[in-house]
């Protein structure tokens, strides 16, 4: 799982890095006049919705719940010259499953609650985000369940794309830990690593 993440940090760091060579062409015309070093404006309320995709593993059994996941985000940003910094919570559902007998272990729903920090450039913005993780995750043996809500942290990166002035486009990778609990059908503590690729989009208020 380490190795994973080192991989998906090194991704978005070279996608990072694209993205702000980019920034440097021309831009079109209706972004405002230049303040501070930068003429896309990132502060203020926003919110919009994303989808993806997550995979991880569940310690203490063999199962490795992996599937599609979708849902809204919101938060706010303040900017001071290229440096953005805010606010942002989500909340998502999910498909992630995986059975490997005797066990199945699902993660129907989880949200974060975390900080955000970048550097802008014009309307691209890179930024590292990390704060508290929480989900659902649902232990299946024969004709037992169990679900149980567990909390933990999360950290990731991204790069968003401001296409007009109230419209954004984002691409992030995030890792979470929900923090193992107890379950009966296992006798032993269980939680959920995974990691997650989500695009999505921002309305600015």
Excluded: C
């Amino acid at each position: 799982m380490k190795k994973q993440i080192l991989a998906m940090t090194v991704l978005a760091a070279a996608t990072a890095a694209t993205a702000a060579s980019a920034a440097d062409l021309p831009r079109n015309n209706y972004y405002s006049q230049p303040a501070q070093g930068t003429y896309y404006n990132w502060a203020g309320w926003y919110a919009g919705a994303v989808v993806g995709y997550q995979w991880g593993d569940v310690p203490g059994t063999n199962t490795k719940p992996s599937g599609i996941l979708g849902g809204l985000t919101g938060g706010y940003n303040w900017q001071s010259g290229q440096f953005v910094f805010g606010g942002e919570t989500d909340l998502q559902i999910s498909g992630a499953d995986d059975t490997f007998a005797p066990y199945k272990f699902s993660n129907p729903w989880f949200g974060t609650l975390r900080g955000r920090a970048g550097m802008a450039w014009n309307n691209v913005l890179i930024y590292l985000t990390g704060g508290i993780a929480y989900g659902g995750l649902k232990g299946e043996s024969g004709a037992l369940s169990e679900t149980k809500t567990h909390i933990g942290w999360t950290l990731g990166t991204g790069v968003e794309f401001g296409l007009a002035q109230q419209w954004s486009a984002k691409i992030e990778y995030l890792y979470a830990d929900l923090s193992n609990r107890t379950y009966s059908i296992t006798g032993v503590g269980n939680g959920l690593e995974t990691s997650m690729i989500r695009v999505g989009v921002n309305y600015r208020f």
